[in-house]
């Protein structure tokens, strides 16, 4: 289980040429809050940010990004097919307002918690402020049921 703030900047490497492809940006999240692709900066002045597919990441660690084939990176401006939503670009859901499915407001998405295997969401980062934070911490919601993501707040179905 991974958060995205441990994998923002990771350098991403092609796994048969060892070369540094780019960095990691974003996160791109499909409506049922799956993971379904990192976003990554090009890494050259005239590079354009690409998609990386889950599928095409044969490994994460610490210190990088390992990917099998770099042939599967598509470019940023491709349309797909399901709704995508970032975490922190493109309107991203960062900072977005979290409700429960009762109504009750939960924080503000902080980051996410996620298993880089199958790119399922497992839990929510949220704060209430600066300075909630220092004094109560961080809290995390747990949830199995997909997010309802709308223009305004995600709304969530606590487990």
């Known amino acids: 289980m991974r958060t995205f703030s441990l994998l923002k900047d ?40 690409r998609v990386v597919p889950i599928q095409s990441i ?22 797909s097919d399901t709704p995508t939503y970032f975490l922190h670009t493109h309107h ?3 900072r977005k307002p979290l409700l429960s499915s009762e109504g009750q407001k939960l924080g503000l998405l902080e980051d996410v918690y996620f298993s880089e295997e199958v790119g ?15 004094t109560e911490g961080k809290k995390v919601v747990k949830t199995t049921q997909p997010i309802k993501i709308g223009e305004d707040v995600i709304v969530v179905s606590i487990t």
């Open 10 to 49: 990771l350098p991403v490497y092609d796994e048969t040429s060892a070369e540094v492809l780019g960095r990691v940006s974003d996160l791109c999240i499909t409506s049922d809050g799956k993971v379904n692709a990192l976003i990554m900066k090009g890494k050259g002045l005239f590079e354009r940010d």
């Open 58 to 79: 044969s490994s994460i660690g610490d210190d990088g990004v390992m990917v099998t084939d770099k042939t599967l990176l598509e470019r940023m401006d491709n349309e």
């Open 92 to 94: 991203g859901l960062f």
């Open 120 to 134: 399922t969401i497992i839990g929510y980062e949220v704060t209430d402020g600066f300075f909630a934070d220092i």
